[in-house]
């Protein structure tokens, strides 16, 4: 017979793991639209082009081959974005797949008596509907930007060898 209680603690409840990932400073950046979801990545991209512009420039001296040094430090500065939505996307992911199992494993004292508990159908219903208006359109907003971001990135690249190719 079910129990229609959770006995799975407080802090380990996929809803309450949900709104801890939501309120977080990183994880919340996620959540916006338009230039407050972009603003970020393009400040990290500039602050990476910082760092990559004089190792490309070490590679491809800037006086001598400027459009191989502006597209191989554009590149080095597209790796940090990358990764910043790469992590996103898996925290927000593993947050979806907690939300929709229907069973959820907890430890109940943190010394590895892990226990398993069946979700109820309301307890289900909660969390399917927090996935489908909370954690997916994230999800989407991510993928989207992660394959912008990835297509500069090899677009540079590509665009960076076949210069050097030609030249």
Same mark, same amino acid.
């Given at each position: ?8 603690? *407080?802090?380990?409840?996929? *809803?309450?793991? !949900? ?25 990290? $991209? ?13 590679? $491809? ?8 040094c502006l597209l191989v430090a554009a590149a ?11 992590? %996103? =996307?898996?925290?927000?992911? =593993?947050?979806?797949?907690r939300l929709l199992d229907t069973k959820i494993? =907890?430890?109940?004292?943190?010394? =590895? ?15 399917? %509907?927090? *996935? ?13 930007? %992660? *394959?912008?971001?990835?297509?500069? !990135? ?14």
């Amino acid at each position: 017979m079910k129990s229609s209680t959770c006995p799975v603690p *407080v802090e380990q409840r996929p *809803v309450n793991e !949900f709104q801890a990932l939501s309120e977080s400073w990183f994880f919340k950046w996620a959540m916006c639209r338009g230039w407050s979801f972009a603003k970020p990545l393009a400040i990290a $991209f500039v602050a990476n082009l910082v760092v990559s512009a004089p190792i490309a420039a070490a590679s $491809f001296p800037f006086h001598k081959f400027p459009l191989e040094c502006l597209l191989v430090a554009a590149a080095g500065a597209c790796l940090i974005p990358c990764l910043l939505l790469v992590r %996103l =996307y898996l925290g927000w992911n =593993y947050i979806k797949s907690r939300l929709l199992d229907t069973k959820i494993f =907890y430890e109940e004292s943190g010394w =590895y008596d892990g226990q398993i508990w069946q979700k109820t159908p309301e307890f289900l219903d909660q969390d399917r %509907l927090i *996935v489908t208006y909370e954690v997916q359109p994230v999800l989407q907003r991510l993928q989207q930007a %992660l *394959v912008f971001a990835m297509g500069v !990135f090899l677009g540079l690249v590509i665009a960076s060898i076949g210069w050097a190719m030609l030249g």
